[in-house]
C-alpha cells in the first residue's frame, strides 16, 4: 500500500532541517551519509552502496514490472564554508559551514522520493537514487563517473533538481542545451625586477602592466569573440607588493571564465593566451598564464528536456513550467554526468528567498511535494510505464 504523501512531506521537511543544522562540506561528509543511509534503509529500498567517488551513496528501487532500463535521479548532500546569518531555529550548528545552495533540500526530496517509489513500486526497470558528494568545488560526480557508477550500475539517463530563488513556489524552468555555464579558473603570474618605488625606472612595475592586463582581458568577450554567445570574464584578485616604497618583482591575477558552449570557452582561452604575454612584454616584464578547466557547461539532452518538462506540466499546469528558461552563467558539476549520459538538468522555485551562496538563504520547504511528485512521475515515465499511482497527490505551497 502506498503510504500518505502528507507523511513523506513532513518525514521530509523534518530531515531537510536536520540537514540543515548539520552541514558537512566537500568529501568529508560522515554524518550525513550515515543520516541518509539510515533513512533509505527505513524505506526498504532494495539496495544501498556506499563510499562511491569517496562518500556518494547509490540506492536500487526495483519496479514490479522487470525491464533493463536503469534511470537515476540526482541529489547533491554537501555545503558551503559560509557563516549563516538567518537566526533559524535550526540554523547551522557549525561554525563557518552552512546549506546556503538548497543540497539540503535536494536531498530531502531525494529521501522522500525513496520512501515514496519503495511503497509504490509502480514503474518497471530500476531506478537509482544517487546521493553525491562534493558538488561545490571537488566535482564529486566526476569523482562517481570515475569510480565507475554509471556503468557498474547501468544508468543509461539521468535527471537532477535544484532550488532556484526567484522562481515562485511550485514552478518549474529548464530549457534544451546549455542550461548552465562551465567553469574555468585563470591565474595569470606578472614576473619583473623589484626595486624601490623611489627610483622606478631602475625596476619593473609589475602593477602598471598587470592592470594593463586586466583591462585589455576585459575586451575579449567585446572584441574578440562572437557578441551572440555569452561569455563572462571576471578578474576577482589582484595580488602585488607588501610595502608602500617597495615596487614588487612579482604581481599575480585571478579570476574565473564561464560559458555555455566549447567552441567560446577554447576561443577565451586561446586569446589569454595570445594576448597577455604581449602585453607584459610592452612593459618589460614576462607573464605567465595558468588556465584550468573545471566544470563543464551544463548541457539538456533535448529529448529528456521535453520529458521532464511534459511531467512537471502534469503537476503544476502548462502556466507554471518554463520550457525555455534562460540560461545562466552559473555551473553545476551535474554537467559531468550529462556530458556522460542523456538527461536534463531543472530548476524548482524557492520563493523569494535570499539568492544561493549567501548567508541569508535557506531553502523554503514548501517546495518539497512538489518536487517529490514530480522525481516519482519522472521515474515512472522515464522507466516506460505511464501509471496513475501519483495522480491522487496535491502539491500547494504551505
Known amino acids: 500500500m502506498v503510504r500518505p504523501m502528507s507523511e513523506d512531506i513532513e518525514l521530509s521537511v523534518a530531515w531537510r532541517r536536520h540537514l540543515h543544522a548539520n552541514p558537512e562540506i566537500l568529501y568529508e561528509l560522515p554524518e550525513t551519509t550515515r543520516f541518509v543511509t539510515e533513512r533509505l534503509a527505513e524505506a526498504h529500498v532494495d539496495d544501498i552502496k556506499t563510499g562511491i567517488g569517496g562518500s556518494g551513496i547509490v540506492a536500487l528501487i526495483r519496479g514490479r514490472s522487470p525491464s533493463s532500463r536503469v534511470v ?27 546549506h546556503a545552495c538548497g543540497h539540503d533540500g535536494h536531498t530531502a526530496m531525494l529521501l522522500g522520493v525513496a520512501r515514496r ?22 566535482a564529486g560526480a566526476k569523482a562517481m563517473i570515475d569510480d565507475g557508477v554509471l556503468d557498474h550500475f547501468g544508468i543509461v539517463e539521468i535527471y537532477g533538481l535544484h532550488a532556484m530563488p526567484g522562481l515562485p513556489i511550485g514552478h518549474f ?33 609589475v602593477v602598471l602592466a598587470g592592470s594593463a592586463i586586466v583591462q585589455a582581458v576585459q575586451r575579449i568577450t567585446s572584441r574578440r569573440l562572437d557578441p551572440l554567445e555569452p561569455a563572462v570574464i571576471s578578474l576577482t584578485c589582484f595580488h602585488a607588493g607588501e610595502r608602500e616604497n617597495v615596487m614588487p618583482a612579482k604581481a ?24 597577455t604575454p604581449k602585453i607584459a612584454a610592452g612593459f ?86 512538489f518536487g517529490i511528485t514530480f522525481l516519482c512521475r519522472l521515474a515512472e515515465v522515464a522507466t516506460g510505464e505511464h501509471p496513475r499511482a501519483f495522480r491522487d497527490i496535491e502539491c500547494r505551497p504551505s
Open 72 to 98: 537515476a535521479l540526482r541529489a547533491d548532500m554537501d555545503a558551503l564554508p559560509i557563516s549563516e546569518q538567518t537566526g533559524l531555529g535550526y540554523a547551522s550548528r557549525v561554525v563557518g559551514r552552512m
Open 117 to 138: 517509489l519503495a511503497a509504490a513500486r509502480s514503474f518497471s526497470g530500476t531506478i537509482a537514487l544517487l546521493f553525491q558528494p562534493a558538488e561545490e568545488g571537488g
Open 173 to 205: 524552468a529548464t530549457c534544451p542545451g546549455a542550461l548552465m555555464a562551465s567553469s574555468d579558473l585563470v591565474t595569470i603570474d606578472v614576473i619583473g625586477r623589484g626595486g624601490h618605488a623611489g627610483a622606478p625606472h631602475l625596476a619593473d612595475d
Open 252 to 275: 599575480t591575477i585571478r579570476g574565473t571564465v564561464r560559458t555555455l558552449s566549447e567552441a567560446t570557452r577554447q576561443g577565451v582561452e586561446v586569446e589569454l593566451r595570445r594576448m
Open 284 to 369: 618589460g616584464v614576462k607573464a605567465d598564464v595558468g588556465y584550468r578547466r573545471e566544470y563543464p557547461a551544463t548541457v539538456n539532452d533535448p529529448e529528456k528536456t521535453a520529458l521532464a518538462v511534459a511531467v512537471a506540466r502534469s503537476i503544476a499546469g502548462d502556466q507554471a513550467v518554463d520550457s525555455s528558461a534562460r540560461p545562466i552563467l552559473a555551473s553545476e558539476d551535474f554537467a559531468y554526468f550529462l556530458a556522460e549520459r542523456p538527461g536534463a538538468f531543472v530548476f524548482i522555485g524557492n520563493g523569494l528567498s535570499a539568492p544561493l551562496h549567501s548567508p541569508m538563504f535557506d531553502f523554503a520547504d514548501s517546495p518539497i511535494p
